[in-house]
């Protein structure tokens, strides 16, 4: 590998060695030379990006490209690569045809970006390259029902679930809809086969005894770790909140004050703050500081030790979402209440308009904290799946629940079946 400052009489001094070599620019850095084993050389750009990948991009042969223009080209697509962009990826884009599939995928996301989170941007082109990958440059025009019909048949039988092809397609004909298509051949191919894109109803949520077993496994891991990622502390956190998965793992520590925790990047784009309350105080009091995340986790450590208890117990991470709705939903508040707990968008002009400021908020939000989370503890001490009623411990007094209040110790563990125990501490 050659190191120099590229002017024109290095292009002029290349020569076939019979092995590739590159030469890569002194001042410029990432700008290069690519030379083959037979002396054809190219431009080219390359940078380290998130994930530690290197990518790297042809320019354009040096005998049809100035060094100026190569130069141009590399500071613009460096300054691309620097943002996190996979330039190889666009590229794709940019090259196909100009009514192709991706080029109205990227029209779509680009125009409609303000208003999607991170998350749903990404989760629209993961699922649009897992299922139409090989479409991606054909005419919007040549995608017909039955290539719609006969790629949806496919997917079932690659044994991938009627919601996830559901979403896909539903992807798909929203893309579609913003193409100058007089029909949407998703619609068409639904409409004549007699399907639905609609999935079907998820209503599963943990059951008391499941929210118990969570706490008692809580209090082992907290008890046992030695600033270890803690999955129960996280599952916790994820059931006394209602937040999605994707938000607390993007949870600063500098979005946590004395009194309140602020998620941002939400899925409607507003910011939603809850108040640091009872339990949720308790979890972040213990929780270490060892970097700017709250958790620590990424989505590859969190699902390698989240998939093995979701698996065990049942659930999934948005199943912790619903447990959030319907519990609160049990323990005495309405529909609205819990939409304004979970961030749900607003629908009413007094909503929209009027409510939708903090100070109020967080003043119903503690009131919503205290009763919820007293009702979790009136299970964890096994008074069972019922309303907990309102002289029971903190609900008379209106202050905030702690696990250090309940004093939980002297309850549900010195219970536990001593192979329950003795397979718990293993995992931690």
């Not at 139409?132 to 496919?154: C, E, G, H, Y």
């Not at 770790?225 to 793992?249: H, M, N, P, Q, W």
């Not at 009131?367 to 009623?389: E, H």
Request: glycine share 8%.
């Amino acid at each position: 590998m050659n190191t120099t400052a590229i002017t024109q009489r290095t292009i002029n001094s290349i020569e076939a060695t019979g092995s590739p070599y590159f030469i890569r620019d002194g001042n410029l850095r990432g700008f290069g030379i690519k030379v083959t084993g037979r002396g054809k050389a190219s431009f080219i750009v390359e940078k380290r990006v998130r994930g530690g990948r290197v990518v790297r991009q042809k320019l354009g042969d040096v005998d049809l490209l100035s060094l100026r223009e190569a130069k141009e080209a590399a500071t613009t697509t460096l300054l691309r690569l620097s943002k996190g962009e996979d330039v190889n990826k666009t590229r794709a884009i940019e090259d196909s045809p100009n009514d192709s599939l991706a080029k109205h995928l990227s029209r779509y996301i680009e125009t409609k970006h303000d208003k999607l989170a991170e998350g749903t941007v990404a989760g629209y082109r993961n699922i649009m390259k897992a299922f139409f990958s090989d479409w991606m440059n054909t005419p919007v025009n040549a995608i017909s029902q039955s290539l719609i019909i006969d790629k949806r048949n496919q997917l079932l039988k690659e044994g991938k679930s009627s919601n996830y092809v559901s979403r896909g397609f539903r992807t798909l004909k929203a893309v579609l809809n913003t193409s100058d298509l007089p029909i949407n051949p998703v619609n068409q191919a639904m409409k004549k086969w007699g399907l639905s894109l609609q999935s079907s109803n998820r209503s599963h949520y943990l059951s008391q005894e499941t929210i118990v077993e969570i706490f008692a496994r809580y209090e082992l891991e907290n008890l046992f770790r030695d600033k270890a990622l803690g999955v129960y502390t996280f599952i916790v956190f994820l059931l006394l909140t209602g937040c999605r998965k994707s938000e607390a793992i993007d949870l600063l520590w500098s979005d946590v004050s004395e009194t309140t925790i602020r998620f941002r990047d939400t899925k409607n784009k507003k910011d939603h703050v809850v108040p640091l309350w009872g339990m949720l105080k308790d979890i972040l009091n213990t929780q270490p500081r060892i970097n700017e995340r709250v958790f620590g986790f990424t989505q590859y450590t969190l699902r390698t030790r989240f998939e093995p208890v979701g698996k065990e117990l049942g659930f999934t991470a948005h199943d912790l979402r619903r447990t959030f709705a319907e519990h609160s939903n049990f323990a005495g508040f309405d529909s609205n209440m819990i939409g304004m707990a979970l961030n749900h968008t607003p629908t009413g002009v007094t909503q929209k308009n009027y409510l939708s400021g903090e100070l109020a908020k967080l003043t119903l939000m503690e009131n919503f904290y205290s009763r919820y989370q007293t009702q979790l503890i009136y299970y964890y001490l096994r008074y069972g799946q019922r309303k907990a009623p309102d002289n029971f411990k903190g609900l008379e007094t209106g202050k905030p629940i702690s696990w250090k209040y309940i004093e939980l110790w002297g309850g549900y563990l010195e219970d536990m079946n001593p192979k329950m125990f003795e397979d718990l501490m293993d995992g931690m």
